[in-house]
């Protein structure tokens, strides 16, 4: 069983995602420790990126302010270094292809494994194109996670048949964000990925309220939230741990 695959073994997994250096590096250790403490299966780790695809302006924003602080890949790659000291469960590194070609795909992937990073989000890589990075990927033992939108349609099996590690359902049309209701039919996309995979699938994008977290996870194995988190570090800044930790007890409560 893989290291990712592990997250989903006992129940529905949370998957908070957190933006690296917003507002400083330090307060981004501090939430990761806190969110594992209060039962996140697995976390996403955004490396801040200058022209986030498919990020609405709460994480846009917390790109801007992780960049303007300073944060570059490699205080990143030391961050999760201190994190791995006592943080045993998956992570993945949530960012864009321009992130790991400028700093060379082979170099960064090795790093990843040799610091302890399972996996590898990459949302502006089109399905068709995942070869620049999958042979490299498998190559050092990291899962390239592959997405499945509301408009995958008739690619939704052929995705599902190569996924590695766990597929991450976007629920909403458009980019990140919260919203108060989701209206996408994700029933028949999920019904297509059981019917083609066994690999465990996770629903992100609009998720924020424990409500929604728990209605979401009766249709998949587990939910991925980040802007309602961004925001609590908007709100709170470097005071922020104490909060994110809380808010990840509401949702692995609603989920349980």
């Given at each position: 069983m893989s290291k990712i695959k592990k997250a989903f073994a006992n129940g529905k997994a949370f998957i908070p995602f957190i933006t690296c250096g917003d507002p400083d590096l330090t307060t981004t250790a501090a939430c990761v420790r806190e969110?594992?403490?209060?039962?996140?299966?697995?976390?996403?780790?955004?490396?801040?990126?200058?022209?986030?695809?498919?990020?609405?302006?709460?994480?846009?924003?917390?790109?801007?302010?992780?960049?303007?602080?300073?944060?570059?890949?490699?205080?990143?790659?030391?961050?999760?270094?201190?994190?791995?000291?006592?943080?045993?469960?998956?992570?993945?590194?949530?960012?864009?292809?321009?992130?790991?070609?400028?700093?060379?795909?082979?170099?960064?992937?090795?790093?990843?494994?040799?610091?302890?990073?399972?996996?590898?989000?990459?949302?502006?890589?089109?399905?068709?194109?995942?070869?620049?990075?999958?042979?490299?990927?498998?190559?050092?033992?990291?899962?390239?996670?592959?997405?499945?939108?509301?408009?995958?349609?008739?690619?939704?099996?052929?995705?599902?048949?190569?996924?590695?590690?766990?597929?991450?359902?976007?629920?909403?049309l458009g980019v990140t964000g919260t919203r108060s209701k989701i209206v996408t039919d994700l029933a028949p996309i999920i019904k297509v990925v059981r019917e083609n995979t066994d690999i465990p699938c996770a629903i992100g994008f609009g998720i924020s309220t424990p409500e929604q977290a728990r209605e979401m996870s009766h249709l998949a194995d587990g939910v991925i939230i980040g802007s309602a988190i961004i925001k609590l570090l908007e709100r709170h800044g470097t005071a922020v741990p104490k909060f994110i930790g809380e808010y990840t007890r509401t949702i692995t409560d609603a989920i349980a």
């Amino acid at each position: 069983m893989s290291k990712i695959k592990k997250a989903f073994a006992n129940g529905k997994a949370f998957i908070p995602f957190i933006t690296c250096g917003d507002p400083d590096l330090t307060t981004t250790a501090a939430c990761v420790r806190e969110m594992v403490k209060n039962g996140a299966s697995l976390i996403e780790l955004g490396i801040p990126f200058s022209d986030p695809t498919a990020e609405g302006v709460v994480i846009q924003n917390a790109n801007l302010r992780a960049l303007s602080g300073g944060t570059t890949t490699d205080k990143v790659f030391d961050l999760v270094r201190d994190l791995r000291r006592d943080v045993k469960i998956p992570m993945v590194f949530m960012t864009y292809a321009n992130v790991v070609f400028g700093y060379g795909a082979e170099k960064f992937i090795a790093t990843c494994a040799a610091i302890g990073i399972d996996g590898l989000i990459l949302p502006d890589l089109p399905f068709e194109e995942k070869d620049e990075f999958l042979p490299i990927c498998r190559a050092h033992g990291v899962n390239l996670i592959s997405m499945i939108a509301p408009t995958s349609e008739n690619r939704i099996a052929m995705i599902a048949r190569e996924a590695e590690g766990f597929l991450y359902i976007v629920s909403s049309l458009g980019v990140t964000g919260t919203r108060s209701k989701i209206v996408t039919d994700l029933a028949p996309i999920i019904k297509v990925v059981r019917e083609n995979t066994d690999i465990p699938c996770a629903i992100g994008f609009g998720i924020s309220t424990p409500e929604q977290a728990r209605e979401m996870s009766h249709l998949a194995d587990g939910v991925i939230i980040g802007s309602a988190i961004i925001k609590l570090l908007e709100r709170h800044g470097t005071a922020v741990p104490k909060f994110i930790g809380e808010y990840t007890r509401t949702i692995t409560d609603a989920i349980a």
